[in-house]
């Protein structure tokens, strides 16, 4: 309606209107002198109404301005639903103008100013009272009109935005608990009226339905500002497990939110307990778990297009499984993802990822041999290093490997620093791994050379360099200097990495410093948690069988059996663990009942080291060390055919199996057939194929070169004894990789 069009009475009532606001206005801005001042202007005024406007006019002091447009369409809206303004109303009004303003402390004085513990009762009332007037009118035979509620719809959309300002105003001023006490208000009061059945009033309402969403979502910020996060978790929680009908956006917001808070904030929130759950359904019960669920529920949004694409999501999705271990899970989820979200090359280079962290080094490869087809593929340098790192894992893909880091080389130029020395790393570690599977000996040294040149010039500021640098050190006998490597890694960085604890001990083991190996595998036990001591206390109890010292062996050895029973126990609950992290619990367990068999056959203990193979057949009965252990058993007990037996068995399982193959060709030699000395001679020479510095393969190939009986091969024989003389002198207790 135009003002114009507005008739009399109307116009009577909106001077007036403006008149009392002007006076609450007053009273909350000015000074007790204006205010004296204005009452008495407006005493004049209330003489007639012709001259109201006049009045009004003049009467308007520096501080105070004239409402806008908008604010006086809307308590225009209050008159013509209510016939009044109250002095609530009227103060929203007000607040809300110094809000908009900027004049947050003037505002907070105007929004202090409403008892909002003496509206509440009415604002619920008003929320309902709708609900109420729809089932009377169904009701037969009632034609009497239902009471008025006590404020008015708009009234109340009005009240809650004031609510709503004045927590922004109490944030503005740094007063955040003050202004999550103020902000959780709406939602108690129409938390209180949706459960009475005022849902409809509420999600009616655009303007109290915008309200109530921005207040849904500010009340966790604040409470993250008061530093208090057990109610910033409840608030996120109560706004999303309450129907508050938010759009989807906004929800999604929340939830990633309270994602992003689970995973960074360092406050274990507790477990929620839903008291709607059904039977059987999946509760979280820690942080990272309903990080995860969250993060889930936000992807599979996206996949069904209710949401628009955040790639935030995926990064802290991927983050939070990761730290649960569950790499395969995250591996699906980006399966499930549609084609336009992800760029099909980045698909297979994180995919890729997710599997080699994962243990599944094979599938990982598969991956990336479909992303090197692409010419342009972004990841294509990373994708190489990756492959060559995977193939150099494997012995039988040591070319590949060689191959990849060649190409990735090539590829890079002079591009970055940093992957240039990670591909150097790369390269060196293919170039030693290669050269073990060599046909002749003059490429053997070339290739290892080479490797040990590009480790060289890689960036010997990464303990990574200097680890493989040690490794490949001590591998060829120089523990002089994979002791400085291997010292050198410590200092910059590496004390948490147990492999570089590992070979330092090994390192001083070779040297026959016992003790000293000792002493680090104890700092090492310091330095590392609980459940990674399993290789620590089984090289202890090596260290301290080389002193001879039998009983604390055992002693050792019975703490590592009991540390893996304990681990199996609190692992079993466990969703999923990495299939490598499995399998090396395994190998550990299986190896330390195989280690506490060697030492009670030397003793002589023969139903002791039966108990230790009947334990190990339990957890792995297809194991060649299994068999080979069960072969020197009966080769102790003096029943060479039964031994035999065994080790064909481990080598049938494992061709390569070093162990197997030397104990066969002693048995054979023990048995003096000279028809098979052609047949011990190909088992030792495989074995040194493999592994070309075992002492106990160069002995008995000795021994058979003097069992030959000719002059040149009694020299031989020497040679070979000698070789393995050398080689004891500077063996581990246990192997170096």
Known sequence: MKKSEIRPPEKLRLLRLRQRLRKIRMKCLCSGEQMRLVEEEDKRSELGVGNVSSA?????????????????????????????????????????????????????????????????????TALTAREEKKHRRRSKGSFSAPPQPPMSKHAVSLLFEAIFLKAKSLQRLGRFQEAAQSCRVILDIIEASVSEGASENVT?????????????????????????????????????????????????????????????SGEEAVPPNLRSQTEGSYIPRNNVEEAILLLMLLLRKVNQKRITWDP?????????????????????????????ILDQRELYYTLSLCYHGAGEGLVALGLLRKLFSEREDPNRISGLLMASKICGERPGLAEEGLDYARRAIGDLGNECVQLDGAARLVLGIALTESSRRTATEAE?????????????????????????????????RKLDSALVFAKQALKLGAESDLEVWLL???????????SDAETIVDAALNETGKWEQGKLLRLKAKLRLARGEVKDAIKSYTELLALLQVQSKSFSSAKKLPKGYVEELRSLEVGTWHDLAHIYIDLSQWRDAETCLSRSRLIAPYSPVRYHTEGVLYKRQGQLEEA????????????????????KAEVLLELGNRSSIAVVRSFLMEALRIDRMNQSAWYNLGKMFKA???????????????????LEETMPVEPFR
């Open 56 to 124: 009004l006019s003049t009467a308007e002091s520096d501080s105070a301005k004239k409402l806008d447009n908008g604010n006086i369409e809307e308590a225009e809206l209050s008159l013509r639903e209510t016939s009044s303004l109250n002095y609530e109303e009227a103060r929203a009004l007000l607040g809300r103008i110094e809000y908009q303003k900027g004049n947050i402390e003037a505002a907070l004085r105007v929004f202090e100013g409403i008892d909002i513990s003496g509206i509440t009762i009415k604002m619920k």
């Open 444 to 476: 053997r040294v070339a290739r290892q050379s080479e490797g040990m040149q590009a480790l060289a010039s890689a960036d010997m500021t990464d303990p990574r360099v200097l680890h493989r640098l040690a490794l490949e050190h001590a591998e060829q």
């Open 504 to 514: 330092l001990a090994r390192v001083l083991s070779a040297q026959k410093r016992f």
């Open 644 to 663: 035999m037996e065994a080790f064909t068995t481990a080598l049938d399982i494992d061709p390569m199996h070093v162990p197997s193959l030397i104990s």
């Open 708 to 726: 030959e009986g000719s002059v040149s091969s009694k020299q031989e024989a020497v040679e070979c004894f000698q070789a393995a003389v050398a």
């Open 312 to 340: 935030a999501i995926l990064d802290h999705l991927s983050f939070a499984l990761i730290i649960a271990g569950d790499l395969t899970a995250l591996a699906k989820q980006l399966e499930e993802l549609s084609p336009e």
């Open 204 to 264: 009616g309402d655009i303007k109290l339905q915008e309200t109530l969403a921005k207040a849904v979502e500010l009340l966790p910020q604040l409470w993250k500002l008061a530093d208090s996060p057990r109610d910033a978790i409840l608030s996120y929680r109560r706004a999303l497990l309450n129907h508050w009908k938010l759009d989807p956006e906004t929800t999604a917001r929340i939830q990633k939110e309270y994602a992003v808070f689970l995973l960074y």
